[in-house]
């Protein structure tokens, strides 16, 4: 069983900069792609972001390319989302995720999710 933890979420105003963590009890981590959802009240879960098992391979959706970064610190268990330049729009439970084998954008994808964090943006 894989456990996933999302921390790092809070109240930000527009422009500023957080950063989401992701803690898993697996002992294979390294085996595992990662990715970041998002998912605002009533709307469909989308993808953010997501990183090989190693990392150094990264994907991103159009809508953060360039103001999120996706992490890994596999001696930690642990993914990063760093997310600057912050929008209203990014407003949304963040949920990390996991798989085996290559990379996804698709939720269907991913075997095992977090619990959430609230990320708001707001004025």
């Known amino acids: 069983q894989v456990q996933l933890l999302e921390s790092g979420g809070g109240l930000v105003q527009p422009g500023d900069s957080l950063r989401l963590s992701c803690t898993t009890s697996s002992l294979t981590f390294t085996m595992y792609r990662m990715g970041w959802f998002r998912q605002a009240p009533g709307k469909e879960r989308d993808f953010v972001a997501a990183i090989s098992g190693p990392g150094g391979s990264t994907t991103y959706a159009d809508s953060v390319k360039g103001r999120f970064t996706i992490s890994r610190d596999n001696g930690k268990d642990t993914v990063y989302l760093q997310m600057n330049s912050l929008r209203p729009e990014d407003t949304a439970v963040y949920f990390c995720?996991?798989?085996?084998?290559?990379?996804?954008?698709?939720?269907?994808?991913?075997?095992?999710w977090g619990q959430g964090t609230q990320v708001t943006v707001s004025s």
């Open positions: 995720a996991a798989r085996l084998g290559s990379s996804s954008t698709e939720g269907w994808a991913y075997s095992y």
